[in-house]
């Protein structure tokens, strides 16, 4: 046999290993052959038929790298095609075997594990020819020797030296919708993971100061900040009050004075910015000044330059985190929709992180129910004609998505679930279904899922947990209660010393009691307290008591107040309008149940409301929804069967509210009011309709009609 792995060795290496091999076969008698001279070259192909591969239906085995490795066979053939050539390959018996026979043969070939009819291998083959050689019987191949790749000392060549079929990789079509015991049971899973990715990355050992400046041997920095206090999870006592004192450090050491020697809010870095204004907000402090400094200001005055990845999208999540700027427009919103509709991309990096994070901030945005002539009719269609169906093709066999190089990949995971997340899209819906997986099933153990990352795997979980939890969105921070946000927003409503008179010191008066009990409300830390600039608080209070009362005393009125409201409907979905003021929404004679609802106020006086149901299978709601956010369950098909619901603010003992619903088999109850239960229990009926109004305290309420039950709410329990 000639074992052609000698053959492309350098000239003197043949020529010795020949000398030795004749000085041994004369030493014992033997009479070595000589090649014949001129023989004929016949260039070797290697063909490679590639099996396709089906995930099977009753899923795949732990190792998810071996199962996406692809089998073959080869077979060896004439490269110039004639029947003569392939007749001396066949007739010499020659095959492909290792080129090191004690090593196992590394196998490059994996398919990317996204359904396809056709997968391409032409550029992972010439690494596996590489591990083998041809070998062959010399005498049976007569006055023909082969040629190939190996012995030119080059990289095989497709076409030239290989070709392959390109076979598919299909799914098994498995999109049951797991039932709600398994979506809530992912979902648990998913916040333990979150803890305990937190306290892997974040240990109770970590002081605020170095999880804001880092350490000689680790950086934390304020994205694991943000998430941790977004998820929950406290490192140890007085971490986050630790933090905000490293922020005011960081800043205040920046020696960035204007020449009056106050705190200039240029030249720093605004993605750093945006960043530290999303953690500090997060943490329940006020971003518009840390240590005097305004970090919503440098996002906003084109004076703090960064060359870092998505600054502007960054900073769209920090301005947006506690409605520091109420009253902007959104055209880089519009701006972000309009170029994904057109196909336009930015960068040039193909990775879908970078795809994905470019176009980020449109999905807090996101409304199904919206429709042409709306302010965000853009978004919706540039979420349901682009970036859902985007996801539904990325997504593996696996359920995880594939980030253009792996799927242990955190950050194309994360940046996915985070613009699901924050777009409130159902991921327990069909189209996200891969095989029987959803894209929570491989996540559920840190030691298996990914090897780097864990704060950002955390956050991209969190913001899928909070949609759907129905809680405010990952970058919508104004559910945390005991912010300083709040306060400094009535502080900065505070009229100008200049402007008071004893005409409107009334007005005065009400907005410095405003700011009294926005502070009394509140559960601040002695650390949240000091952060407060009580300036302009103190000069109007000066000011106030100094001028002299209006001649005419003017008599306080009350704001007023508009009470809007929808509901989910069983068969009907949202409805599309907010109803008002006591009209019925729901239905009546459909015998349809309430499965959610969202309630809010219009009001120009401090005036909030909350509101929590008895749903179905899980009884009341443990907290208080508010303000227009849900209330109820989404996709399980759960009725309500009773609901409380009550005003906040500092206004609130000015008003009451009355609610009266329609319950199964009684109709109309009477109005229930301020937190009382309205419905019905243990009698398992629905609700299929609400009436709410709001009027000033000790008014009554509308009358009802004739032979209405007398009670509000009707226990069996």
């Not at 076969?25 to 001129?38: D, L, Q, S």
């Not at 190792?63 to 692809?70: R, T």
Request: contains cysteine; proline residues 4%.
């Amino acid at each position: 046999m000639k074992n052609v792995k000698e053959i492309g060795k350098k000239t003197w290496l043949i020529m010795a290993y020949l000398l030795i091999m004749a000085m041994t076969m004369t030493i014992i008698g033997i009479t070595p052959v000589k090649a014949a001279a001129n023989k004929t070259d016949i260039p070797v192909k290697v063909v490679f038929n590639i099996d396709n591969k089906v995930v099977p239906a009753q899923g795949i085995n732990e190792n998810a790298d071996e199962f996406l490795k692809a089998t073959y066979t080869t077979k060896l053939v004439a490269a110039d095609g004639s029947k003569e050539s392939q007749a001396v390959i066949d007739q010499c018996g020659a095959k492909l075997v290792p080129m090191y026979p004690e090593s196992e043969i590394q196998n490059p070939l994996k398919f990317s594990g996204l359904e396809a009819n056709a997968n391409y291998f032409g550029e992972a083959i010439p690494s596996l020819l590489n591990q083998y050689i041809i070998e062959y019987d010399e005498a049976l191949a007569g006055n023909y020797q082969l040629t190939y790749w190996y012995e030119e000392e080059r990289t095989p060549v497709v076409g030239k030296d290989f070709e392959a079929n390109m076979p598919s990789f299909s799914y098994n079509g498995n999109t049951t919708v797991p039932g709600s015991a398994k979506q809530e049971a992912l979902i648990s899973a998913a916040e333990n993971l979150i803890q305990d990715s937190l306290a892997s990355r974040l240990p109770a050992s970590v002081s605020g100061h170095d999880a804001v400046f880092g350490t000689t041997a680790k950086a934390y920095g304020s994205w694991l900040i943000f998430t941790s206090a977004r998820a929950g999870y406290t490192p140890h006592n007085g971490f986050y009050t630790e933090c905000y004192d490293a922020y005011v450090q960081k800043y205040q050491q920046s020696n960035k004075k204007d020449p009056q020697g106050k705190p200039l809010n240029e030249g720093f870095d605004a993605n750093e910015v945006a960043k530290d204004a999303l953690a500090i907000t997060a943490i329940g402090y006020d971003a518009r000044n840390v240590g005097g400094y305004n970090l919503i200001e440098m996002l906003t005055n084109g004076k703090n330059p960064s060359d870092g990845y998505f600054v502007k999208q960054v900073s769209e999540f920090a301005i947006d985190s506690y409605n520091y700027l109420p009253d902007r427009d959104h055209a880089y919103i519009h701006e972000l929709a309009a170029n994904a509709l057109a196909g336009a991309v930015s960068h040039s990096d193909p990775l879908i992180d970078m795809y994905i994070m470019e176009f980020q901030p449109i999905a807090p945005f996101y409304d199904p129910n919206a429709k042409a002539g709306d302010e965000f009719y853009d978004v919706k269609q540039a979420m349901e004609t682009v970036f859902i169906p985007y996801f539904a093709r990325i997504q593996g066999y696996t359920g995880l998505f594939y980030s253009g190089i792996e799927y242990d990949n955190a950050w194309s995971n994360a940046q996915s679930m985070m613009m699901l997340g924050t777009g409130n899209v159902d991921i327990f819906q069909a189209d996200f279904i891969k095989n029987g997986y959803t894209m929570l099933d491989m996540l559920t153990d840190i030691n298996k899922s990914f090897s780097a990352d864990e704060g950002q795997i955390a956050r991209g979980y969190e913001a899928i947990v909070r949609s759907y939890r129905n809680e405010k969105q990952l970058f919508d921070c104004t559910d945390v209660a005991n912010s300083t946000v709040k306060v400094n927003t009535a502080i900065l409503a505070l009229p100008e010393v200049s402007a008071i008179t004893s005409a409107n010191k009334v007005s005065a008066q009400k907005a410095l009691a405003a700011v009294d009990a926005m502070l009394g409300s509140l559960n601040l830390t002695t650390s949240q307290v000091s952060s407060i600039d009580m300036t302009q608080y103190n000069a109007v209070k000066a000011k106030v008591e100094a001028t002299e009362d209006p001649t005419d005393p003017v008599e306080p009125t009350l704001p007023t107040v508009d009470c809007l409201y929808r509901t989910h409907i069983q068969n009907d979905g949202w409805e599309k309008e907010f109803k008002t003021n006591g009209e019925m929404s729901g239905t009546a004679g459909r015998s349809l149940r309430l499965e959610g609802i969202e309630v809010k106020l219009e009001s120009e006086g401090d005036l909030g409301i909350h509101y929590k149901t008895h749903i179905e299978n899980i009884g009341w709601e443990k907290n208080w929804k508010a303000d227009g956010e849900m209330s109820g369950t989404k996709g399980q098909g759960l009725r309500l069967e009773a609901i409380q619901i009550e005003l906040t603010g500092a206004d609130a003992d000015k008003f009451d509210v009355y609610y009266r619903v329609h319950a199964q088999n009684f109709g109309w109850l009477n109005w229930a009011k301020d937190g009382d239960s309205a419905g019905t229990a243990g009698f398992g009926n629905r609700l299929e309709g609400i009436k709410i109004v709001v009027v000033p305290e000790g008014e009554t309420p509308p009358e009802v009609e004739a032979g209405t039950n007398d009670q509000a709410f009707i226990s069996n329990n």
